[in-house]
Nanobody, 130 residues
């Protein structure tokens, strides 16, 4: 499995910005799918954005972005630091919740389907107040 550790969660005012980080250790896996999911209180977990990590021509390609992102969030990765990022701007109160990064070793099926992600971080909490 891929080891994942999130950080960067905080409390912010609506309209503010926040960048989440997720450091990952891939072990023997060279290609995989990385994603950010979120879970609001009392709601099901949902995908935010998904990115490919293959060290090749598709590396860093965004495979999925939720409609609610609306151009406000950017998923990216730093290969030198083995870190996944989620830059969030113009945050809204409904964006509050736990944010998780996840990895799927089977890059061929890279998508927003959370059932396919077999490695998860512990989550980092984001609170957006109005």
């Amino acid at each position: 499995q891929v080891q994942l550790v999130e950080s960067g969660g905080d409390s912010v005012q609506a309209g503010g910005s926040l960048t989440l980080s997720c450091t990952y250790s891939t072990g023997k896996y060279a290609t995989f799918c990385l994603a950010w999911f979120r879970q609001a209180p009392g709601k099901a977990r949902e995908a935010v954005a998904v990115i490919i990590s293959d060290g090749g021509t598709r590396d860093g390609t965004t495979r999925y972005e939720a409609e609610f992102v609306g151009g406000r969030f950017t998923i990216s990765k730093d290969n030198a630091k083995n870190t996944l990022y989620l830059q969030m701007s113009n945050l809204k109160p409904e964006g509050s919740g736990m944010y998780y990064c996840a990895a799927d070793r089977w890059i061929g099926r890279c998508s927003e389907n959370e059932d396919w992600f077999d490695s998860w971080g512990q989550g980092t909490r984001v609170t957006v107040s109005s």
